[in-house]
């Protein structure tokens, strides 16, 4: 069985801080690359934990960024910063 690699373009970002809606975290996120969609799970009626969320960006490189960036320096100030993002990786099998 052969797998191909997808370059996805979504990061999942852990533990959010109740306060952050989704123009915060746009505007914390967009110095690495245009926005495409932001899914909170505060706003998601079936999410059982409500403190993460996914980011949609216009490329790969720009979620790449991202998720290292998070990663490497954490998101936001003081206590109320956010250091786990993941990238996906989804596989196909053709």
Not at 2 to 20: A, C, I, R
Not at 27 to 45: H, Q, S, T, W
Request: contains cysteine; hydrophobic residues 40%; aromatic residues 12%.
């Amino acid at each position: 069985m052969k797998y191909n690699y997808l370059q996805v373009k979504t990061v999942f970002v852990d533990s959010l801080p109740p306060s952050w809606d989704e123009v915060y975290v746009r505007d914390l996120l967009k110095k690495y690359g245009e926005i495409e969609k932001i899914e909170l799970a505060k706003d998601m009626p079936a999410a059982r934990r409500k403190n993460y969320g996914f980011v949609t960006f216009s490329t790969h490189a720009a979620a790449v960024e991202c998720a290292d960036g998070i990663t490497s320096a954490g998101l936001g100030e003081g206590d109320k910063k956010v250091c786990l993002a993941f990238k996906f990786i989804v596989l196909c099998n053709r």
